[in-house]
């Protein structure tokens, strides 16, 4: 598809593509991640196997032929109606594309997620951007949020990492979401 890059050359068009990922992109998934801190970086096996075990709940961008970004997510097991986003890595080179939001969306729009009714995901409370994609996704699906601590500093992380709060979106309808998808 043709978008207008909105990074500073509005006089440009650029290709985007949005497409599920195959094994032979790990490697490029990794380095992406690598480059944009201040993410976790996974093993790029925890990458090939996203890449390929769980390419149907994830999604890359390619902005003219370069990845520049990547989301991972799944089922929740035995609960086919929660998508758990795991990991969400936009490249510098394509911020101003709402390309974050974009990419959970084609997610979300996926056959896999057709019984998909509530998103969710795990953010620092001091991580402003992630907050900012997922309250906009969930404004998108018109769909509440409710939080509440999924993994805490000292109980889960020996004080080593800040809490992790889990954020559920929904419910929201499969008419929602192909409504703002399309």
């Avoid at 650029?14 to 790990?26: C, E, F, Q």
């Avoid at 090939?48 to 961008?61: E, M």
């Amino acid at each position: 598809m043709k978008i207008a890059n909105n990074n500073g050359n509005t006089g440009r068009k650029a290709n985007l593509v949005i497409r599920k990922p195959k094994a032979t992109d790990g490697a490029t998934v990794n380095a992406l991640i690598a480059d944009c801190k201040p993410l976790d970086e996974n093993s790029m096996y925890c990458n090939l196997l996203q890449c390929s075990h769980f390419g149907d709940t994830c999604a890359i961008a390619e902005l003219d032929g370069e990845a520049v970004g990547f989301v991972s997510g799944y089922i929740v097991p035995n609960k086919r109606e929660q998508l758990f986003i795991w990991q969400v890595a936009v490249s510098p080179k394509a911020r101003g594309l709402r390309l974050a939001k974009r990419l959970i969306l084609d997610i979300l729009d996926r056959s896999v997620c057709h019984d998909v009714s509530q998103l969710n995901t795990t953010i620092t409370s001091t991580n402003a951007p992630s907050q900012g994609v997922f309250r906009s996704v969930a404004r998108e699906l018109d769909a509440d949020i409710k939080r509440k601590v999924q993994f805490e500093r000292e109980t889960h992380f020996d004080g080593a990492a800040a809490s992790e709060i889990l954020w559920q979106i929904g419910p929201f309808e499969r008419e929602d979401v192909e409504r703002v998808a399309a």
